[in-house]
């Protein structure tokens, strides 16, 4: 038998998420609305175009960040999302995933950044960041689906919450690994925070920052098949639904487009951090370098043969 106290945690959690349903609906039934606004508008704009023109933007994506290899893969992989017939579903998935990554974003580098600025603030940050990355998923659900019932909603809200730590965290890496030579050169020639911040620590910092980006797309990926529980449209739901059938084939083909896209937006965020040379801007450059180098070599022989007066 347990000698110590049974401390209520879970009752005082539940009458505090209780007491903000009551007392803060408007605004919680004004986030619901903004969110699936965001999320249906977007999966409709995406489905507005016929899928394979679609596909061919991606390609063309992938061909202008990365690379042709890459650009093969995302013509081939997207097409076979079409073959599946999950086309409509991935692009759900897709308009959640990348709304709710840009609010985690908006969010995750401001507040790395001011705990790469103030050690307090950091200090108060990293058990907030421990507990958010350590919670299991599912258990987000719980609160989110009181607050914002089902939905796409709920779904968003759970995957920032789930999501946003490792952007705080290598935001925070990126800003602070900045050689303390090249801030102090700034600040001898005058430069303010904020010039600095800018001109120096965010350049120099910025892939550290884009695979934390990276890292929260994965995330919200993955927390997109579980806002499937919570009835939010999309791969996930299909996820949910050959689960409760026992449908395997439906189940692996949703689960390879997922496959497909967090494939797709990996490379994509990664190379926009740490370019890989071979995109087609790379290429293109590097030929016009070749055609100018080639159009000075008879300029400066001209100039050599030509006697000194």
Request: charged share 15%; aromatic share 6%; no cysteine.
């Amino acid at each position: 038998m347990n000698s110590l106290p049974h401390l209520p945690l879970g009752d005082r959690v539940e009458t505090g998420i209780r007491w903000i349903k009551d007392n803060m609906s408007p605004l919680l039934d004004g986030i619901k609305d903004s969110l699936e606004f965001l999320v249906e508008g977007l999966s409709e704009w995406l489905l507005a175009l016929p899928a394979l023109i679609v596909v061919v933007l991606f390609a063309l994506l992938g061909l202008a960040v990365r690379s042709l290899r890459f650009a093969l893969f995302a013509l081939l992989g997207t097409a076979l999302i079409v073959s599946m017939e999950l086309w409509e579903p991935a692009m759900q998935t897709l308009a959640m995933v990348l709304i709710a990554t840009v609010i985690a974003v908006i969010i995750a580098i401001p507040v790395g950044i001011l705990a790469a600025r103030n050690n307090t603030v950091s200090a108060i940050v990293r058990p907030v960041l421990d507990l958010m990355q350590t919670m299991p998923s599912l258990v987000y659900l719980v609160p989110v689906v009181i607050f914002f019932s089902i939905g796409y909603a709920p779904g968003v809200v759970a995957t920032i919450v789930f999501a946003m730590a490792p952007g705080v965290r290598l935001t925070e890496l990126g800003i602070r690994q900045v050689d303390k030579e090249t801030v102090e050169a700034g600040q001898a020639f005058g430069g303010t925070p904020w010039q600095i911040l800018r001109g120096i620590q965010l350049p120099l910092g910025l892939p550290t920052i884009m695979a934390g980006v990276n890292q929260v797309i994965m995330l919200a990926l993955s927390m997109a098949v579980m806002a499937g529980f919570v009835g939010a449209d999309g791969l996930g739901k299909i996820v949910v639904e050959s689960l409760s059938r026992v449908d395997v084939a439906v189940g692996f083909e949703a689960g390879l487009a997922i496959v497909i896209l967090a494939i797709f937006l990996d490379r994509t965020t990664a190379a926009i951090g740490q370019p890989t040379g071979r995109s087609l801007g790379a290429l293109l450059r590097r030929r016009r370098a070749a055609q100018a180098n080639r159009q000075a070599v008879p300029l400066r022989k001209t100039k050599e043969a030509v006697p000194a007066a």
